[in-house]
Every structure is written in structure tokens, then in C-alpha cells.
């Protein structure tokens, strides 16, 4: 088995961390956008459901930007 340099050791790992944090945002996104219709849709609140969407996803993209 070939043995892997230090270096690329450490860019497999940027690249796992970097796709991580992606996938865990995603996540976070698409649960929040579920939220947000549910809540506009069936609890009849589209005004507070377009604040909180809109608002979450803000906070949602100021936080991973910050954690990069």
C-alpha cells in the first residue's frame, strides 16, 4: 500500500473539512427552508415565515463564513 506524504495528508484533510462543512450547511438550509414553508403555508404566518427564512439564512451564512 502506497504511503501517503504529509502533505497530502493535510489536503485530504482541508478538502474532508471544507466538504464537512458544506454538507452540514446544506442540511441546516434545507431544514430551515422546510421550517419556513411549513410555518407559512400551513400555520398561515407568511409574513414571520419570510422574516425567519430570509433572517436564518443570513445568520446561517455569517456563521459558517465566520468559522472558515
Partial sequence: MAEASQEEY????ATYT???KL????????VLLLGTMALG???G????????G?????ALLIG????S
Fill in 45 to 52: 404566518s407568511g409574513l414571520i415565515a419570510l422574516i425567519l
Fill in 23 to 30: 454538507t452540514l450547511f446544506m442540511i441546516l438550509w434545507i
Fill in 64 to 67: 459558517f463564513a465566520i468559522t
Fill in 18 to 20: 471544507a466538504f464537512s
Fill in 41 to 43: 403555508l400551513i400555520g
Fill in 54 to 58: 430570509v433572517g436564518g439564512t443570513v
Fill in 10 to 13: 493535510r489536503q485530504h484533510l
